[in-house]
């Protein structure tokens, strides 16, 4: 298992330079030019050719990458364009907001996801089931925005249970991480049904019932832990993706995560912001991976990596 | 026992998780965040936080990062002016020295003294790094000839200056601080205003406070002393519905650009009251003059003439706007009447015209289908336009009226910065574009021969001599003549069209006196009082 993990943080090394070279094309072929927004609605040619020249836009493309890289290696993300602020302490000034606000919503979406569905499964073809299946599809198709202004308006606005908007202390994410986690508890539902019911039919569930065990041990006992691993998949990269920021649910909330600074730098042309957050995504991203894959072999003895 | 275990393991991934979260999170100072609007507390909702308080550093002057700094000449609401931090000023004969006499009264929030060289420091600090510092002119050096005394040294005479003053962009700070500090002082700004930074937020607030020592206000403010209330904060948010119930719910007292389609219903709350502002500038179609269709003035005039203004201030606007013919706004100094009203004459909506002219062209609907051709090939254009939301509705109505012209105008919706680079690589036909400033000069900037390429890409010889001496011409009646004869030039020729001027729209409850000073686009705070 030791060795496991070392190859596998050995390998996102790779991962890493991969992502980095597609982060800086990918930044570099955007239109648009960051000397011309600095320098505002008047510049004249001059200062634009002199700023490009001061961020060393003027230099080849592989020398500006050749660059970027030293400065990962060397831990150093960049500055702002803009703020003047180094792009790790901007991230790290907002990725609190998001870490809160992506563990709340899992744990929304996993508690509500995991128990509808496997209400579904074990009442499948009732009432029951397609009220679940129902309210999943709902959940998924509602947009984020109209969600969160519905509960806006009902919880902070008329009863004013939370803030309508802003950040302050865990209170104040709920519901934020309600809005996400009920989108993710959708397909969350989906999955742990259909699993579900994959995992009823074994021989091993009918061998439980025959041997008298109740039905509530059944179902938690032999049949959630084998319909767990593909939820827990799908848990993962919900939670990968939501570390890097929730877009429309924090410009509604007004809150200060990591996807609003993304879209911030990128309307702005901000590139070493764009390429040190986009970095620091995938990396999340990748961690993500290798911890749901080390959740698996807890969940499932069978399943190890050597 | 497996199941046991399997609990244990998994609730401590997530016990762990939380934990490392919670280590990770900077401390919350929650008397920053009180979102309830007590505590003498002016709390305004605001679209944008600004990129940086340090003012030498920053691109874009706001209402948020400006209010801490005064110029030293200002204008009241009526456009007059008024001695601020300088009590007075004279040029020279030659207009190159300008010289400064400065209030004794005045401190930086540091407590030191404003004089002659400390406001030399900020000017030379603002020469070395600005990322602007262009538009403050052609200065050759700074010089304090005594304890209050200033002198600005041009290369040649430079008559914007006033208006570059009263914009704000060369308003003293507080340079030895900002010395001290270097690139903190963004963090920790001082300048002379009668707020002080308190702190901040990114993203979220932005927090002032009192500067009890205040008391150099300008001649037009009631109170000349401290600030009426305690402290100030911005909140930045950018969802309009969000904002709106903010301010509904009354945890802000000023709504500053709200949402024109919302007015009526805001209208409707008891206590609020609503404001506007006219910007110093125009939206406008840029045309690249270089191309092959717009380089024939009859085809930019056929577009002047079938727009109606009008309906897009009505509906894009809800009517918070100004049409506009001429090329500048009624807030910009050099703005003529005369101008436009001759403006007006010539380019009110009239389709039989437009048709006429791009006959002229040769241009004509020689099938029938509603759209003019040309040898067979339709008279077809594309029209770069923001996300932004009037835009949108602007640019869809701007369509249809062209249509019933017969031009048919396609919509590409792009971000700004892609509009920008476009209209300098001449790879557009039309943009909806916007402009602000304080002075005509603004028209040399968009239009004089060496600036022209990032804008319209227009060349005008005899347009060139006039906006070159508006610049030298240091005699205010004969300087406002010249722009007169340039806007003239403008207005017969069209590089552009001019179509409305935007006012921006402030819906307040609970406080007394906040006005915005459209000349200045500042909030005058000196008399603002919130209520009980």
Redesign the interface.
Known sequence: MRRYVIKRLLSLVGTLLGVSVLIFLMVHLI???PA??????????E?ISQ?RAKLGLDQPLWQQYMRFVGNLFAGDLGTSL???EKVWD?I?????IT??LA?LSV?IAAIFGILLGTIAAVKQNTIIDRLVVLTSLLGISAPG?WIA?FL??IF??KL?LF???????IHSLLLPAITLGMAEAGMIARMTRSSMLEVIKQDYMRTAEAKGAALFRII??HGL?NAIIPVVTMLGLQFGALMAGAVVVE????L?GIG??AIEAI???DMPTIQGMVFFMALIFALTNL?VDL?YS??DPRIHFD | MK?HR?KQ??LS??VA??L??GC???P?N?AG?D?SAKGNTLVIASLTDP??LDMH?T??LSMENSLIYEPLLTRDASGKLHPRLAEKYEISQDGKVWTFILRKDVRYHSGDPMTAASVKDSFDRLLAIS??K??AGPIEKVEATDEHTLKVHFSQPFAPFVNVIVGGLVSPLDAKKAKELG?GF?DNPSATGPIIFDKR?????LTYKKNPDYNWGPEYAANKGPLQFDSMMF?????D??RL??F??G?VHVLYDAPPNSVAELETLPGVKIEKAMDVGNKYIAFNNKHPLFSDVRLRKAVALSVDRDPLVQVALNGFGKPVYGPLAPTIYGYSEAIESKAKQLYTRDLGKAKQLLAEAGWTDSNGDGIVDKDGKPLSVEMLVSQEPAFQRAVQILQSQLKEAGIDMKISVQ????I???I?KKSYDMALMY???FDAD?LY?IFEK??S??RTHYNNPELDVLLNKGRLEMNEQARLKIYEDAQEILVNDMPWVPLWVSETVIATRGVKGFTVNPYTQGITLHDVTLEK
């Open positions: 239109p648009g030019d011309t927004q600095i320098l505002g609605q008047f510049a004249t040619p200062a700023m803009f703020t003047g901007q790290m000034n907002r990725f609190p870490m809160q563990i744990i925005f202004l806006i308006w902070a606005y004013a803030p309508i908007s802003g950040y302050e202390g938690l006992s832990p410009t509604v909330f007004s200060q609003s600074l309307s702005k042309r911890i959740i807890r969940i | 199941i399997w393991g998994a991934v997530f998780t939380a490392i979260a990770s999170l900077q919350t929650q965040n979102t990129d940086s550093k691109s874009w990322p602007v262009g538009l690139d963004a937020e990114r993203g979220a607030s909140r930045f948010m950018k969802d519905d969000t119930m903010e509904k719910k945890t971000e700004m910065t892609t920008k680079e476009r300098s402009y602000g400033w603004i900037l060496s600036n390429t990032s």
